[in-house]
């Protein structure tokens, strides 16, 4: 069992707001802070993380644990997001990756293979409307 593996056995399955909690921080704290997609947190959203932390809790426990505590779109959001600057694949897969990892370094079970499954559920759906919102953007209006 790799180190990781070892570590989220030991930790169990998310089952409570505070399991979602960890895993959103941890999240957060990865994503903001990658040479990669770091920037459209902190430059693009310049998202303000202890505002918008509430929120995602409230999301992925809805998404977890059925709470209902999330109501809202995301989606209106990221499509403001990406005409600032473009979401593109490899960003929404380094997004994944790092969601996937944080998970499997914290948690083990039905409920953290849950989270991921859904996170790529999360990921393909905007991705596929960030890609449409590009075409709409770069096609001409029917005459």
Excluded: C
Excluded at 50 to 76: C, I, N
Excluded at 81 to 101: A, D, G, K, T, Y
Excluded at 116 to 133: F, N, P
């Amino acid at each position: 069992m790799s180190g990781a593996t070892a570590v989220a056995a030991e930790q169990g399955d998310i089952g409570a707001r505070e399991d979602v909690v960890r895993l959103v921080r941890a999240f957060y704290a990865r994503a903001m802070s990658d040479d990669r997609i770091g920037y459209i947190f902190t430059e693009v959203a310049q998202l303000d993380l202890e505002a918008h932390l509430p929120v995602m809790f409230d999301f992925w426990e809805t998404l977890l644990l059925g709470t209902r505590s999330y109501s809202g779109g995301a989606m209106q959001k990221h499509l403001e997001l990406n005409r600032r600057s473009p979401l593109l694949p490899e960003h929404f897969e380094r997004w994944l990756q790092l969601f996937e990892e944080t998970v499997d370094s914290h948690f083990a079970g039905e409920k953290a293979e849950e989270a991921k499954v859904k996170a790529r559920y999360i990921g393909r759906s905007m991705q596929l409307r960030m890609s449409a919102a590009q075409m709409m953007l770069q096609t001409p209006p029917a005459r």
